[in-house]
């Protein structure tokens, strides 16, 4: 790329007819060494095969083939250079270790011991390498020039199961040959790195295999998938004809900087943004200081951000043109629902008591050690304590103390929810509020896909609340519940947000006639679906908040965003700093943990507490929310969007990496990590508060800094706010710290093994300790093993 775009300086050609000239250029290279390797492999299999029925001996066939079966093997060491330079998309270290390997028996051993020659071995290695190269190599050829006949896919994914065993077994047999007949009186040192090499075959074989295994999972799946027919939300087409996320994350972005203080030049910074993936967040906090300067500035820019959105995704639907959002949402908006619902038996509970489910006092402590005690509701005095215990702690804001607090005091009154509505969009989430709303009576307006929903009904029947749910018009429901036909009642209820967004919103909009509804969104997706789910729950909203003037509105807010802080949360950070123990300093010093340091616009502190790798569809997603949220205050209507804390939920622990950094987060004070039954209670806690207390932040009659201090208020940030250091830098000293604590033992084997096996290749010695171990082992025991190895060898022909 470098020399081209070289020689492209000097020639007045547009950069993208270079752009397609290096790839034909690398198009051409890959069909080149492809198509030679493969027919290298050719001759040996073919020239091999013919050889061997003719009876000749294996040390004929390699004087044949040797040459060939050399240079086509040690050619293979360009596909790291592939891999490195990004020329193919395959895994650098699964490369590595292939090539790596077969360089090792052919270099090591094949070429220069006469007996690896000679042995049966050696057809092992060229049949089983040989066929597996001709049709990975002819797979590849096909592939570049446009697709690939089914019988080679089929061999190319198929045919390892019985070729990698076999290559692997003449590999182990090449080595012990030439270290039997070779290399051990000429060179030990190659013979213990030999030993070594093959000690490494226990482990990585299986490894192979399965790598492989996975592969033809993925890709049988691949191929025998349909083409997806986009139906729904969709993002819009870019220039380049696809549906890119990038370019729309920018437009918005800009449409929205656009409207502040900064103007069309701010906008052009956004997009001229070349590497946006890797420079989104810088971009965000120039558009959260923007906000600042003003709140009228602020809520334009929310409302011109919202309006790009829904002017730029668009809505698919057999039968209509592609359209945007906003058009769909009037051409398509009507209701072909009837309301069910499902009434609990339980009653409602006669004394109403706040509690919040915490396991332990973990502060300061690994979380993953009150596993046992997650589901300890605490109420009481011991509620009132533990709030104290977070704030003092730096955990959570004092708001949040002061906000639970009051509303324990009201608890009888504020936790009757029976006259309280909710429509939640996403209703089955994992973080959503549904099980604490219907345990307290309130009544549900259940948005969630048929399985789901059923679910969600099963658990409404026995608790004290109601679930309203859409139903296809004329659905005999109340028949098909009083018979307890679910499987029936599933395929005619339910709705998906993403494909009928127009008829949920005006479906919503005649829900529950005369009542105030509460609006909220607690759906979450992947990658760039979150934010086409996103999209679709702020037209639901806006159509609601139009139609019905008192509804309000509901999220939650991620910790890992660039938030107002409070000034003693900016304090905290800095003394924090300046306490910070020594091997903090240290990190710091090498650069990996950076200073957690509020950023100033207008006189108004905020934190950056963006992680990167998250993504700027993530990023998005949760800017549409904020948008939503101040944009309806500021028309009058409620708003409710507290952050929560970092979350250990299933999800995310199914990650090896998060949940490490999870698992030692607790070294930065005042981190604390929760789990999601403490998660859920405390923000639908924080929710009824903002409902109930007509002082707080959501009320639009409260008098906020700014709009953006919405998002500040009633925060439980986990102690993100109060860090020395940034979130998105903690997270390797954190990881570090989980696995010396956890796999201590395992790190120390490991350790003392390298360690003896280094000292075994390099001096052909072990440890002292190690050798003491083994001398343990009785004489009679080591001969009686060692007897039917050293017969086995005789047989197969390996020399000891």
Same mark, same amino acid.
């Given at each position: 790329?470098?020399?081209?775009?070289?020689?492209?300086?000097?020639?007045? &050609?547009?950069?993208?007819?270079?752009?397609?000239?290096?790839?034909?250029?690398?198009?051409?290279?890959? =069909?080149?060494?492809?198509?030679?390797?493969?027919?290298?492999?050719?001759?040996?299999?073919?020239?091999?095969?013919?050889?061997?029925?003719?009876?000749?001996?294996?040390?004929?066939?390699?004087?044949?083939?040797?040459?060939? =079966?050399?240079?086509?093997?040690?050619?293979?060491?360009?596909?790291?250079?592939?891999? &490195?330079?990004?020329?193919?998309?395959?895994?650098?270290?699964?490369?590595? &270790?292939?090539?790596?390997?077969?360089?090792?028996?052919?270099?090591?051993?094949?070429?220069?011991?006469?007996?690896?020659?000679?042995?049966?071995?050696?057809?092992?290695?060229?049949?089983?390498?040989?066929?597996?190269?001709?049709?990975?190599?002819?797979?590849?050829?096909?592939?570049?020039?446009?697709?690939? @006949?089914?019988?080679?896919?089929?061999?190319?994914?198929?045919?390892?199961?019985?070729?990698?065993?076999?290559?692997?077994?003449?590999?182990?047999?090449?080595? #012990?040959?030439?270290?039997?007949?070779?290399?051990?009186?000429?060179?030990?040192?190659?013979?213990?790195?030999?030993?070594?090499?093959?000690?490494?075959?226990?482990?990585?074989?299986?490894?192979?295999?399965?790598?492989?295994?996975?592969?033809?999972?993925?890709?049988?799946?691949?191929?025998?998938?349909?083409?997806?027919?986009?139906?729904?939300?969709?993002?819009?087409?870019?220039?380049?004809?696809?549906?890119?996320?990038?370019?729309?994350?920018?437009?918005?972005?800009?449409?929205? $900087?656009?409207?502040?203080?900064?103007?069309?030049?701010?906008?052009?910074?956004?997009?001229?943004?070349?590497?946006?993936?890797?420079?989104?967040?810088?971009?965000?906090?120039?558009?959260?200081? +923007?906000?600042?300067?003003?709140?009228?500035?602020?809520?334009?820019?929310?409302?011109?951000?919202?309006?790009?959105?829904?002017?730029?995704?668009?809505?698919?639907?057999?039968?209509?043109?592609?359209?945007?959002?906003?058009?769909?949402?009037?051409? #398509?908006?009507?209701?072909?629902?009837?309301?069910?619902?499902?009434?609990?038996?339980?009653?409602?509970?006669?004394?109403?008591?706040?509690?919040?489910?915490?396991?332990?006092?973990?502060?300061?402590?690994?979380?993953?050690?009150?596993?046992?005690?997650?589901?300890?509701?605490?109420?009481?005095?011991?509620?009132?304590?533990?709030?104290?215990?977070?704030?003092?702690?730096?955990?959570?804001? +004092?708001?949040?103390?002061?906000?639970?607090?009051?509303?324990?005091?009201?608890?009888?009154?504020?936790?009757?929810?029976?006259?309280?509505?909710?429509?939640?969009?996403?209703?089955?989430?994992?973080?959503?509020?549904?099980?604490?709303?219907?345990?307290?009576?309130?009544?549900?307006?259940?948005?969630?896909?048929?399985?789901?929903?059923?679910?969600?009904?099963?658990?409404?029947?026995?608790?004290?609340?109601?679930?309203?749910?859409?139903?296809?018009?004329?659905?005999?429901?109340?028949?098909?519940?009083?018979?307890?036909?679910?499987?029936?009642?599933?395929?005619?209820?339910?709705?998906?947000?993403?494909? +009928?967004?127009?008829?949920?919103?005006?479906?919503?909009?005649?829900?529950?006639?005369?009542?105030?509804?509460?609006?909220?969104?607690?759906?979450?997706?992947?990658?760039?679906?979150?934010?086409?789910?996103?999209?679709?729950?702020?037209?639901?909203?806006?159509?609601?908040?139009?139609?019905?003037?008192?509804?309000?509105?509901?999220?939650?807010?991620?910790?890992?965003?660039?938030?107002?802080?409070?000034?003693?949360?900016?304090?905290?950070?800095?003394?924090?700093?300046?306490?910070?123990?020594?091997?903090?300093?240290?990190?710091?010093?090498?650069?990996?943990?950076?200073?957690?340091?509020?950023?100033?616009?207008?006189?108004?502190?905020?934190?950056?507490?963006?992680?990167?790798?998250?993504?700027?569809?993530?990023?998005?997603?949760?800017?549409?929310?904020?948008?939503?949220?101040?944009?309806?205050?500021?028309?009058?209507?409620?708003?409710?969007?507290?952050?929560?804390?970092?979350?250990?939920?299933?999800?995310?622990?199914?990650?090896?990496?998060?949940?490490?950094?999870?698992?030692?987060?607790?070294?930065?004070?005042?981190?604390?990590?929760?789990?999601?039954?403490?998660?859920?209670?405390?923000?639908?806690?924080?929710?009824?508060?903002?409902?109930?207390? @007509?002082?707080?932040?959501?009320?639009?009659?409260?008098?906020? +800094?700014?709009?953006?201090?919405?998002?500040?208020?009633?925060?439980?940030?986990?102690?993100?706010?109060?860090?020395?250091?940034?979130?998105?830098?903690?997270?390797?000293?954190?990881?570090?710290?989980?696995?010396?604590?956890?796999?201590?033992?395992?790190?120390?084997?490991?350790?003392?093994?390298? $360690?003896?096996?280094?000292?075994?290749?390099?001096?052909?010695? =072990? @440890?002292?300790?190690?050798?003491?171990?083994?001398?343990?082992? @009785?004489?009679?025991?080591?001969?009686?093993?060692?007897?039917?190895?050293?017969?086995?060898?005789? $047989?197969?022909?390996?020399?000891?």
């Amino acid at each position: 790329r470098f020399c081209v775009a070289l020689v492209a300086r000097h020639i007045d &050609l547009p950069p993208w007819h270079w752009a397609r000239v290096l790839a034909s250029i690398m198009k051409a290279y890959l =069909l080149l060494y492809n198509g030679a390797c493969m027919l290298g492999w050719l001759f040996c299999v073919l020239r091999a095969g013919q050889m061997l029925l003719g009876g000749s001996t294996y040390a004929q066939i390699y004087g044949e083939i040797g040459m060939v =079966l050399m240079a086509s093997q040690t050619a293979m060491c360009l596909e790291i250079l592939h891999s &490195l330079t990004g020329l193919v998309p395959s895994p650098v270290g699964v490369v590595t &270790l292939q090539v790596g390997s077969r360089i090792f028996i052919v270099w090591g051993h094949l070429y220069w011991v006469p007996e690896c020659q000679s042995h049966w071995s050696f057809m092992f290695i060229t049949f089983s390498w040989g066929i597996t190269e001709v049709v990975r190599y002819l797979f590849y050829f096909c592939s570049l020039l446009g697709g690939v @006949p089914y019988p080679i896919f089929y061999f190319r994914y198929s045919m390892f199961m019985v070729l990698y065993p076999s290559g692997i077994t003449g590999e182990i047999f090449q080595t #012990l040959v030439g270290m039997g007949a070779y290399w051990k009186l000429s060179n030990p040192l190659w013979y213990r790195l030999s030993l070594i090499t093959l000690l490494l075959y226990v482990p990585g074989s299986p490894g192979m295999i399965g790598n492989m295994l996975g592969n033809r999972k993925r890709s049988f799946k691949k191929r025998s998938e349909t083409k997806v027919v986009l139906s729904g939300v969709v993002w819009p087409k870019t220039k380049k004809g696809d549906r890119s996320s990038t370019s729309t994350n920018q437009k918005m972005l800009a449409a929205a $900087a656009a409207k502040g203080p900064g103007g069309e030049e701010a906008a052009s910074r956004i997009l001229k943004e070349k590497k946006w993936r890797f420079a989104y967040n810088k971009h965000l906090l120039e558009h959260v200081s +923007q906000s600042l300067q003003s709140e009228a500035g602020c809520i334009a820019m929310a409302r011109a951000g919202l309006e790009s959105a829904q002017e730029s995704f668009q809505f698919i639907r057999d039968g209509h043109e592609e359209m945007s959002m906003k058009v769909a949402m009037e051409k #398509l908006g009507t209701n072909p629902f009837d309301s069910a619902e499902v009434c609990g038996v339980k009653d409602a509970p006669s004394k109403r008591e706040l509690s919040l489910t915490y396991g332990a006092p973990m502060l300061g402590a690994p979380y993953y050690k009150f596993k046992a005690q997650r589901n300890t509701k605490i109420t009481g005095m011991d509620l009132r304590k533990q709030l104290d215990k977070w704030g003092e702690y730096g955990t959570v804001e +004092q708001d949040v103390v002061d906000a639970l607090k009051t509303l324990q005091g009201k608890q009888d009154e504020w936790l009757d929810l029976s006259d309280m509505y909710f429509v939640l969009l996403g209703a089955a989430s994992a973080m959503g509020p549904l099980h604490f709303l219907l345990s307290l009576g309130a009544n549900v307006i259940a948005i969630a896909r048929p399985k789901a929903l059923m679910g969600i009904l099963k658990q409404a029947k026995n608790g004290p609340g109601k679930v309203i749910f859409p139903v296809a018009k004329g659905t005999d429901w109340k028949g098909l519940l009083a018979k307890g036909d679910y499987d029936a009642l599933a395929k005619v209820s339910g709705c998906d947000l993403m494909t +009928q967004t127009p008829e949920i919103a005006a479906w919503v909009a005649a829900v529950a006639p005369g009542k105030r509804l509460t609006i909220g969104n607690y759906t979450y997706l992947d990658g760039a679906l979150h934010v086409q789910v996103a999209v679709a729950c702020d037209c639901i909203m806006q159509r609601l908040c139009k139609e019905r003037k008192d509804t309000a509105l509901a999220f939650l807010c991620t910790p890992t965003d660039a938030h107002v802080v409070t000034k003693e949360a900016a304090v905290a950070a800095i003394e924090a700093h300046k306490t910070a123990p020594l091997w903090m300093k240290i990190w710091e010093g090498v650069g990996v943990l950076k200073r957690n340091q509020a950023l100033t616009s207008n006189g108004i502190e905020f934190m950056d507490a963006i992680v990167p790798d998250q993504g700027p569809n993530y990023i998005l997603s949760k800017r549409l929310q904020h948008w939503r949220a101040m944009v309806a205050r500021a028309d009058g209507h409620a708003a409710s969007s507290n952050v929560s804390p970092s979350t250990a939920t299933s999800s995310v622990t199914s990650n090896a990496s998060f949940a490490a950094a999870y698992g030692g987060m607790h070294i930065f004070k005042p981190l604390e990590v929760v789990y999601q039954e403490l998660s859920l209670s405390m923000m639908a806690a924080l929710l009824i508060h903002d409902l109930r207390n @007509p002082a707080s932040a959501a009320q639009p009659a409260t008098k906020l +800094q700014h709009p953006l201090c919405l998002f500040q208020a009633t925060s439980f940030h986990g102690g993100i706010w109060r860090c020395p250091y940034t979130i998105a830098t903690i997270g390797i000293p954190c990881a570090l710290k989980f696995y010396l604590t956890t796999f201590w033992m395992h790190i120390f084997v490991a350790f003392a093994a390298l $360690a003896s096996t280094v000292q075994y290749g390099m001096y052909g010695t =072990l @440890p002292k300790a190690v050798g003491q171990a083994l001398s343990l082992i @009785p004489a009679a025991l080591v001969q009686q093993v060692s007897a039917p190895l050293v017969s086995l060898a005789a $047989a197969l022909s390996v020399p000891l």
